[in-house]
């Protein structure tokens, strides 16, 4: 609603004085305090839930407004793990540790910029994908590529302690045994459900970032480079105030380095009605959702099915419902 009420900001900060936003370390000391910040908030809600006489409903409302920390934690990690010092990367993954998401740290800088919009993306919604069965593909495919890139990274067996899927699981061990001894192991239920919820924040936002947005595949075989129009875009404010500018996800793509506070609007690629968490809600209902998206989805590609990630298992549906021209052998999933 504060997005809707608040409005979007389309601007850009100009070219010449992106240097000095980049060099600005007070954008860089925000991120850095959440970290301790957001791990105690985490523990503070597990103790709280432990030694105060909560009923179920009350249980429910601490796992979801933590799990949202937990979310938020994943946003910062998400920027902190895309910047090339020691201290950022090393905070990445400590504040990625609480949820048991270190992974996403390995997974989502190797693998997801990688392969975004393409059909061996787990990361990537499909069109005609729910929310529902996009988490039952993203959550686990998201785990076998870490694993998987870390195995081809150190040439050998992935159990070695420069594993970075294993560092920040050492950390999770680490925080979740504590919290069991100190408060009891009954705790751990809702550490889990916290951890899930907070994951599935991303979830949430790997669903409507690149929906159904499909970059062509070369003569080689490889994947055109990932272009801003790959992704979703929003510039409502109230969220990207939250988020450090997550929204403005196409530039991120394009340009991965790019620190929050200097990303770029276009006027040209494909562009969310809401912010986030408007489209979060939106996403829960199906139906309602390929009913906003789906035409938006269609203009963003000009009508043109070789420029859309299909849910294969509704791929024909989908071409019927919407007229579209068969695409050719090897345009799509």
């Not at 100009?14 to 370390?25: I, K, N």
């Not at 686990?140 to 694993?147: K, L, N």
């Not at 419902?321 to 068969?326: C, K």
């Amino acid at each position: 609603m504060l997005d809707a009420i608040v409005g979007e900001d389309r601007t850009n900060p100009p070219e010449d004085a992106v240097p000095g936003l980049e060099a600005d370390h007070y954008y860089r000391w925000i991120t850095y305090a959440l970290v301790p910040v957001m791990w105690v908030c985490i523990i503070f809600a597990t103790w709280f839930v432990a030694t105060q006489p909560l009923p179920a409903h009350a249980v429910l409302a601490v796992i979801i407004s933590t799990g949202m920390m937990g979310g938020f934690c994943i946003n910062v990690g998400h920027e902190l793990g895309h910047k090339r010092t020691f201290l950022e990367q090393t905070l990445a993954k400590l504040v990625l540790a609480p949820t048991a998401y270190g992974h996403f740290y390995v997974e989502h800088n190797r693998g997801h910029h990688r392969d975004v919009a393409t059909p061996t993306d787990p990361a990537s919604a499909r069109m005609g994908e729910s929310i529902y069965a996009f988490v039952c593909r993203e959550m686990p495919g998201a785990w076998r590529r870490a694993w998987a890139l870390e195995r081809q990274r150190l040439g050998g067996s992935p159990w070695h302690w420069r594993n970075e899927v294993l560092q920040p699981l050492a950390l999770t061990a680490l925080l979740w045994t504590g919290l069991a001894v100190w408060l009891g192991p009954q705790i751990l239920g809702f550490v889990l459900a916290m951890a899930f919820w907070g994951n599935f924040q991303l979830t949430l936002a790997n669903y409507i970032e690149h929906y159904g947005l499909l970059r062509r595949v070369a003569d080689n075989g490889k994947p055109e480079p990932c272009k801003p129009h790959h992704s979703w875009n929003s510039n409502h404010m109230v969220t990207n105030w939250m988020l450090f500018h997550l929204q403005r996800h196409s530039d991120h793509h394009a340009h991965a380095a790019r620190r929050y506070q200097s990303l770029r609007n276009f006027a040209d690629v494909p562009t969310l009605p809401n912010g986030y968490f408007g489209m979060f809600l939106l996403a829960y209902f199906p139906p309602l959702f390929f009913k906003v998206m789906n035409p938006r989805l269609l203009q963003a590609v000009d009508g043109d099915p070789e420029k859309i990630n299909f849910q294969p298992s509704r791929r024909e549906r989908l071409l019927r419902e919407y007229a579209l021209h068969r695409p050719r052998e090897g345009g799509g999933p």
